[in-house]
């Protein structure tokens, strides 16, 4: 949507949002009528999905999910990190979820320059490198792979037994498995 629609089911004479955030605000108004009703806060579908935060993937689209069946931890990359590591276990310890789904894509942000490239630029524009790598990588395949090792290889995890990886293509629509 270009920035000068009014957002859905705002008179035609509302002045312009003054920002994109304001839009959303706007089109959350109109649709709080539409709640369904309250979900426990227990994932029903006892999922955990760990996926890059890419604007393309619809994650509850292309798994035909539903508010309230499965837990979303997003980061560039979809890479598993210490924090997301950290969320993992408070699924499954307290939330009860017991299998993991991690979806990467082709085409991904953290394909299009290296670690180095990446710390370089940095540096460059503040004077400084972050205290954090940014997981760079030429193959999704194999950062899917580690990143389910990491799964794998983290006792506080109670369950580590149905754990998948994904690439989704973003040309296609299509979602493969990383075996
Ligand atoms: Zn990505």
Known sequence: M?????????PSDAPEPASTIDALIAVARTLETDFPGPR???????LAIVACMDSRLDLFRIFGLHAGDAHVIRNAGGIVTDDVLRSLVLSQRFM???????????????QQKTEDEFREYLLREVGQEPPYEFGAFTDPDDSVRRS?????????????????GFVYNVETGTTKEVT
């Open 2 to 10: 270009s920035s000068n629609q009014p957002p859905p089911g705002a």
């Open 40 to 46: 426990s806060v227990i994932p029903s579908r006892h």
């Open 96 to 110: 009860q979820t017991r299998e993991i789904v991690l979806l990467h894509h082709t085409n991904c942000g953290l």
């Open 148 to 164: 389910i090792a990491r799964i794998k290889d983290h006792p506080f995890l109670a369950h580590r037994t149905h754990v998948r």
